[in-house]
């Protein structure tokens, strides 16, 4: 193998050394995030379940005002949340 053939391949080699550390925490975040918002997910419909209990015995009566609400606030979370990824070390 030439010298230049072996520098290519080192080149190459370093590259997907560094793509693959990329990959790493890149699947991490989403993994980590994933978890989180099952989390929060099932403790907020525990939540809703036991606070419609409370209240009367059936299931809650949500209105499409009240969905539009949460909708909206959800997106300005996650909008926000987003946006930290933009901040510089």
């Known amino acids: 193998m030439s010298k ?5 391949d080192e080149t190459l080699n ?3 050394a560094a793509m ?3 990959n790493d925490w890149e699947t991490r975040v989403v993994v980590a995030g994933g978890i989180v ?8 419909s525990y939540l809703l379940i036991r606070t419609s209990k409370e ?11 009240d969905a539009f609400k949460v909708g ?3 997106i300005g979370l996650v909008r926000s949340i987003a946006a930290l990824g ?4």
């Open 55 to 65: 209240a009367h015995a059936g299931p809650p009566a949500i209105t499409t005002s």
């Open 37 to 44: 918002g099952a989390v929060i997910g099932v403790l907020t």
């Open 20 to 22: 693959e550390n990329t």
């Open 72 to 74: 909206i606030t959800a």
């Open 14 to 16: 370093q590259e997907l």
């Open 86 to 89: 933009e901040r510089q070390r």
């Open 4 to 8: 230049t053939a072996k520098k290519v």
